[in-house]
């Protein structure tokens, strides 16, 4: 049951029919999988527009009916989709190694989010998790160094200025051949503070980049960032967070769920964190220890937390979710971030908003 404070206009962030068949078909058990790839086989439209969400879970599936040895006349190009993720993923890797080991060498921490893990450790094979580009993090105190050091090895942003250092949490970095990855200067934009910022590098775990040493995130932060994430409003539906989280939870054997739950009170997130693992016990069956759930239920809250969870999760396709979402996430994310008492807090956001107006004025005309 979800608690009453859960209840909130969930729309984007949540796996449609389709969406849920795939996954379904995924991760359960080999009965339960081939039934819903029945449903789904059935009604999905192959000349007609095809979610770009189920495309990018393409790999997975390839994988999957291999596996329950399913002969399908989509398996030619199921496999086209996964060859083509592994091939993406190898050069991702191969390019964003050196500017890593450029960062280390100048003993610059650095720890890898998101993508490179999950495809290197948590899912089977390289090709299972399709990848964009790279999100490498940094400490927003070495930052500057980082951006020194990177446009020496020919990776520079054209994202990045002091305004935008204010107000965001990562830059595009790109390399004359096309590479690219994200450098973060905070992990997550909800984790602006030092003492949430401390707990990712403090619980880092060592992580091998192709033979690169870098960092990681702890197995149960990892959870929450993928959960933090995956759960935003987007007029494409992110529902890969369902297959990160479940393949997270599946395939860490040390999953500290206490550090769960601590953190999520800790940065204030515990509403999001605890709807996203609930619909995952609840549609997919993972193995959510109850006493977690509840402990994030018990956690009343802020009015700012309940705000910024409506806000992310809110419809915003429409004229009124825009008017309604926009206003809230201005406020929101620079309460995140502001420290001044009683008027000077207020008087601050007005500040905010003008420089976040002219740092997106700027990046829009470049």
Known sequence: MIPAHWRLPLVSPFPTVAQTQVLTTIFAPDAEARKAFNAWRAAVDLHGPFDSEVFRLLPLLYLRLRELEIEDSLMPRLKGTYRHALVRNIWLLHETGPPVAALERAGIPTLMLKGAPLALLSYSRRGARPMADLDVAVPKGRLAEAVRVLESAGWTSNRLNRGAISIF????????????FDLH???????????????????????????????MLDPALALVHALVHGLRSNPVPPVRWVADTLTLIRGSDDL????????????????????????????????????????????????????????????????????????????????????????RRLSGFFQYVRRRVAVNSVLEHR
């Open 169 to 180: 949490h990562a830059a595009p970095f790109r390399n004359a051949r096309g590479g690219e």
């Open 256 to 343: 500290d769920w206490s550090l769960l739950v601590e953190f999520a009170r800790a940065a204030h997130v515990t509403q999001r964190v605890g709807l996203g693992l609930t619909l995952l016990a609840q549609r997919f069956d993972a193995p959510v220890p109850v006493d977690a759930l509840q402990q994030l239920a018990a956690s009343r809250p802020t009015l700012m937390e309940r705000l910024e969870t409506t806000a992310v999760l809110f419809e915003t396709r429409g004229l009124v979710g825009n008017a309604i979402a926009k206003p809230v996430n201005l406020i929101t994310d620079y309460m995140r971030q502001a420290d001044e008492p009683g008027l």
């Open 185 to 215: 200067w905070h992990i997550l934009p909800e984790t602006s503070g030092k003492t949430i910022e401390a707990y990712f590098w403090e619980t880092a775990r060592p992580f091998d980049l192709d033979g690169i040493a870098t960092l």
